[in-house]
């Protein structure tokens, strides 16, 4: 499977922003798919799955409330919809995929990964 990300940019605090990560080569019934975000010096963070058995969603806590993973079967895409974001937002965001049902929050669980989409929120 081949991810590609987009749809980063720059944005002002208490924006919003919406990612996408079209997945070629495969689809939503064999690959769960996930988002990552990576910011300097930090470990890569795991944001949310979409779990290839009946599109189970998790969203990790860190970002509950405020991030949701809608997704459009019909052309193989996982959004990742920002809402109130904030300067500690700012990341290098990934999408990744894995043939397993429920891949770990873990980076080393995911086999596939897209290019990184850079997300600037300003203060």
């Known amino acids: 499977v081949q991810l590609q990300a987009s749809g980063g940019g720059l944005v002002q605090a208490g924006g919003s922003l919406r990612l996408s990560c079209a997945a070629s080569?495969?689809?939503?019934?064999?690959?769960?798919l996930g988002w990552f975000r990576q910011s300097p010096g930090k470990e890569r963070e795991f944001i949310g799955r979409?779990?290839?058995?009946?599109?189970?969603?998790y969203v990790a806590e860190s970002v509950q409330g405020r991030f949701t993973m809608p997704r459009d079967i019909s052309t193989n895409t996982l959004y990742l919809q920002m809402n109130n974001l904030m300067p500690e937002d700012t990341a290098v965001y990934y999408c990744?995929?894995?043939?397993?049902?429920?891949?770990?929050?873990?980076?080393?669980?995911?086999?596939?990964w897209g290019q990184g989409t850079q997300v600037t929120v300003s203060s």
């Open positions: 990744a995929a894995d043939r397993a049902a429920f891949p770990t929050t873990s980076p080393t669980a995911w086999g596939y």
């Open positions: 080569g495969g689809h939503f019934s064999t690959y769960s």
């Open positions: 979409l779990s290839k058995v009946q599109g189970r969603t």
